[in-house]
């Protein structure tokens, strides 16, 4: 095959092409468009604006910061650079293109009323640096929606500026951190179960504990026997996602909160999932003392590449005395308010600092507010109803066709687990993932939570209609039924996409991360 162009980049064919250059001089196919590195693409000399002339002499002592050589930026007109990245633009999917089945990310469609909102020059104009007054109405907001998260949660008090999940996962440990220090009851270790995300071990080793596993049961969840067995006083927390990562929920959470408390230790609940349970359950009434709320997910701000996302904390009354400055709370008179630096040496004197400057993700804040507001507390129920739902009709059309491992244990929530359990010799979860880049899909959580072999999790949110999910559900039943064939074809998907299969151990290993052409 000849090389096109000096990155080597080549078509993807169907099989059967062994030559891509005898299908197209252009190598693009149709509207599927090739396009090389922009390095590739670029000659110098060519600029896409005009610059003036610098004017004047160089300030004294400044000569030696001149640039010696010109810079080794690639040279485009403005069209080619337009047309660069709006051509890689159509190699990528969306969450506007089409089903995102992501289990635990939660990639729901994000209405385009949250972005008129947020584009309002009453919010889009503002200014960190403006002096606060000038600027009520964005504080009122941010008020508003700290209001719905604490009804929401049955929690006291709310931290606004964890900028994700995992930050909001480091601001509930610091506060359970600064808590048990407040109280000369420095301890070391946080409990977290097998099935968690990464983030839950990892954010508690950057707070300096030491991380140790709890076992999940047969079926699913958290082992309480063996959680109470190690309860001892060197437990500052446990970290529970509830529904956890196996689209189940944690029905002994109470008895757990209780058991950790009565031990002296706090709960620490990975929220990543409320959208299973938005309107239906208060993370409060089960003893959870801190949580943090993944805006991005369950309130549908855009995630994953449209970032950034926002992951407020809320806080039982144990810990809102630790919480970061700014954040609300609900005063005495059963009123939210929010807590300024200001205010903090006479009303909030424990705070353990801040996690951000300013008052966090405004952006993120205006559309959680607005999607919200648009539902109502009916319509939110109606949100975790529906995903519940969604996701149960996925697990049911499915499991006679793949492995569903905690299928026998009853309905799951807002996601459903399969396993490579029962593929064929050879066929694994990657390659079903593959093939459902063929079929139009972008593919499910692979390989995750971990408790599971050849985990996929498929997350479909309460977007997607039925006759969307029968497309999907027809789709992956086909790929099932190939692997179970034995069609090799399947074992080199993706056949349609710009990329064939990559090696990704070798792009993890040694990424070209530099043109030196
Ligand atoms: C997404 C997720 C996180 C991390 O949240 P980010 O906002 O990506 O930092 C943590 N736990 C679970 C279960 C998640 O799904």
Known sequence: MNAPNPSGWRPAMGDGVQDPAQLTASG????????????????????????????????????????????????????????????????NYAIDLGPFPLGSCTMKHNPRLNEKVARLPGFADIHPLQPQQTVPGAIAAIVELADWLVTLTGMDAVAMTPKAGAHGELCGLLCIRAALEARGDARAVILVPESAHGTNPATAAFAGYRVENIPATADGRVDLAALTARLEPDVAAVMITNPNTCGLFERDMKRIADAVHAVGGFVYCDGANFNAIVGKVRPGDLGVDAMHINLHKTFSTPHGGGGPGSGPVVLSAALAPFAPLPFAQVGSDGVLRLIEEEDALTAHPHSFGRMAAFHGQMGMFTRALTYILSHGADGLRQVAEDAVLNANYVLRSLDDALDAPFGEAGP??????????????????????????????????????????????????????????????????????????????????????????????????????????
């Open 28 to 91: 693009d196919r149709g509207l599927m468009l090739e396009e090389p590195l922009i390095f590739e693409l670029g000659r110098p000399g060519t600029c896409g604006v005009d610059f003036d002339e610098p004017a004047g002499e160089m300030l004294p002592g400044l000569a030696r910061f001149a640039r010696k050589a010109a810079p080794a930026l690639p040279g485009l007109t403005e069209p080619e650079t337009v047309r660069h990245y709006t051509r890689l633009s159509r190699q």
């Open 412 to 517: 799951c929530m807002h996601e459903a687990l399969f396993s490579d359990d029962g593929l064929p010799e050879g066929f694994t979860t990657l390659d079903i993932a593959k093939g459902l880049i063929d079929e139009g899909f972008h593919p499910m959580t692979v390989y995750f939570p971990l408790v599971v072999h050849g985990a996929m999790l498929i997350e479909p949110t309460e977007t997607e209609s039925k006759a969307g999910l029968d497309r999907f559900i027809a789709a992956m039943r086909s790929l099932a039924v190939r692997a179970q064939g034995g069609d090799p074809s399947l074992k080199s998907a993706p056949h349609l996409a710009p990329r064939r299969r990559l090696d990704e151990t070798l792009a993890a290993r040694k990424p070209v991360l530099t043109y030196a052409g």
